[in-house]
């Protein structure tokens, strides 16, 4: 796929922190979403920032989307004309879905995540939990039972229990939890973008602090 885009160099993406073309404001890359400019210069999102040519770089914010695509933002940062699809805002947050879905797999196939209350509340009490995956359609009452005497732990209430059952291969799941590593900061580090940038915006209980958020695809 990379061989689809052009190869050429941009001397802003150096050093760690970007700038977005919007704000002017700066953030560690796994923060921000990356765009780039295809052949066929049309704009499409680089989510986990690996496509070689000149990376846009924007905070992670549905209206700073919207104000790119209606103000030229793009052209003028990639220094031509070029095609901003109407639903790119839809397509960043879909993109981001999915890589949460697919980090929850990783976490899966690797050992790292359990389900399912009994268990992710043993892993609560044991401190094994380094963060708290709650469907956004569960029961408020039954994460507050949860989280009882662990209340500083990070949640996330970003994907539906159909959305989780499809991960762990059960009928429904409405809590899950990943063990500490470089899984878990990467999912709170995908979850923070999701929620800046999802329609109507996500619920998150709290999140690793940046500094704990490693490069997205990495």
Known sequence: MSGDFLPEADE???????????????????????FVVSPSSIVVPDLDARLPGRGIWLSAQRDVIEQAR????????ARRQVTVPEDLA???????????????????????????????????????AAVIIHASDGSRDELDRLLSGARNLPVIEALSAEDLARVFGRERVVNAALAHG?????????????????????????????????????
């Open 182 to 218: 470089g899984l878990a900061s990467r999912l709170c580090c995908e979850n923070e973008r999701f929620s800046g940038v999802a329609q109507g915006g996500s619920r998150v209980r709290r999140t690793f602090p940046a500094d704990g958020c490693e490069q997205a695809g990495q």
């Open 90 to 128: 839809v397509q960043v947050e879909a993109g981001l879905r999915r890589r949460m879905v697919e980090l929850l797999g990783l976490a899966r196939r690797a050992g790292q995540s359990t389900s399912g209350f009994m268990k992710v509340r043993e892993w609560v009490m044991r401190r094994e």
């Open 12 to 34: 802003d993406e150096k050093g760690p922190l970007r700038r977005c073309a919007v704000t002017r404001q700066q953030e560690k890359p796994a923060l921000m979403l990356r």
């Open 70 to 77: 209606k103000r030229g933002v793009f052209a003028r940062a």
